[in-house]
């Protein structure tokens, strides 16, 4: 990232207006800075040379006071700004990325993207702070205080101000060489963080299974190797600040060093008066400050900026476009899957293939198909989270299709022509709002069973009612404290079976039209999955249109539709369906 990326100005409104109060701030500092050393002066040079007393001082002295007071009042706001400026862009940028990478789809995190944003939306980001705080107010100051004094220098003093500007140009020499160096090992930094994290993540995620096949010792060294690498890039970036902090502090006192010897010289040789050598003098050293300040918080800055290059690579990523046209109501619209192709990430093959059908209102549709077929993908484009790459998904109303379908009618043709919304159109809210997705592992945040299930509402007799036909009454009978029992992260407490009967209990009593659930019966013994066969015919008693992938001979017989999933090449016939 450049020292001041326009992408940050775009991205960040806080930071445009942390910016304007800063170069604000950064003038009246440059500012006082002149006017402290001529102050300082013109107070001091009449009483060393035995010109003026106390009384000639004094009002110079209460003006001089006036300005100290002043600097330290606008370093002080100057702070504050700058947490909060901090503060702000972090929430505004982390706020971005996680709307992004939900725009970007489930296809897209699941390409090792995933591990990425959760390290930029929970650590990474957070390292911004040092560059708003630290760095980019010094970058300000030298924007503006060094172009100040070194004006003021050159109407006092030509020879100085030559001596200025021949060694100016050094310290950013340096800076541009070191701080390459140092963001290259702050990218790498980042990088170790984020496949530490990743690693921790996959690791806590299957530490049960771990433990369970008594393997939940085999990943430590591999955890160890990798915080080891962190460490290393860590102290590599420490060591490159340290130098930089150096060689800076060097080259500005060297640099002070040769307008101090300069200006002796000629004031002992009455080449120049004791008041316009003070104040060059005390200039010089603020002509190189901002600078060297620059130089010495860039590395504390840098894990921001190499987060921040991550943030704008993710923001830089262009979404489909959202359709703008509210969803129709789903309770009487067909949705057609009309010769649907979906490209299967890392495999040279398309899954699905061709996949055409009709999911009518009210009715339980079956995905089946081998492993690897697209059942998975195919749900996932009917509940709108990826767009085909060939063929289309449309939504045609119940009854401008002129079709009553009593029970135990043939479903339609579907490929009976082009009529209706394309669901590409459609404004996303309005399609979410009407759509269920019950997935394999279910969303479980960490709170009580009622809040996962009912949220905020008590629990009623719709709510006992639900929880019977699941199964999930026995679950809470065996549950500490009911409805009330608390559960982790990810719905630790219970078993994977009984995750599912709670997200099931929770889709029975929902109002969504569209139902999606993935093998719902996979982990479950006999007993249980004929619950879930009762939750699911439940759902269609209510009118509900039921999307399931199966695999189980139980829950393809209680379809109304079977789908056939397949991939294949391009020569295969679209899918089957029989019902």
Known sequence: MKPLDPR??????AA?????LTAVTGLVTAAAVVAQAVLVARAVSPVVEGRAGWAQAAPLVAALAGVLVLRAVVLVVQESLAHRAARDVVAELREQVLARAVALGPRWLADGNGPRVVTLATRGLDDLEPYFVRYLPQLLLAATV??????VILGLDLTSALIVAATIPLIPVFMWLIGVLTQRFAAERLVAMQRLGAQLLDLLAGLATLKALGRERGPAARVRELGQAYTRTTMATLKVAFLSGAVLEFLASISVALVAVTIGMRMVYGGLDLTTGLTVLMLAPEVYRPLREVGSHFHASADGVAAAEQAF???EERPATPGTVPAPDLRRTDIVLDGVSVAAPGRATWAPWRLSARLHPGRVVALAGPS????????QVVLGLLRPEEGSVRLEDVPAAGRTRPAGAEPADADAGPAGLDLADVEPGSWFDQVTWVPQRPVIVPGTVRANVLGDRPVDDDATAAARATGLDTVLA?????WETPLGHGGVGLSVGQRQRLALTAALLGSAPLVVLDE???HLDAAAEQQVLDAVAALRDQG??????AHRAALLDLADHVVTVASAPATAEPAEVRS
């Open 478 to 482: 065996e549950l500490p404290r009911g």
């Open 372 to 379: 690897g077929a697209g059942k998975t993908t195919a749900a």
């Open 313 to 315: 690579a993710v923001l």
């Open 520 to 522: 719902p019966t996979a």
């Open 146 to 151: 060094t172009p100040a004094t070194v004006l």
């Open 8 to 13: 940050l100005l775009r991205h960040a409104r």
């Open 16 to 20: 445009r207006r942390y910016i304007a």
């Open 544 to 549: 509900r249109t039921v999307v399931v992938i």
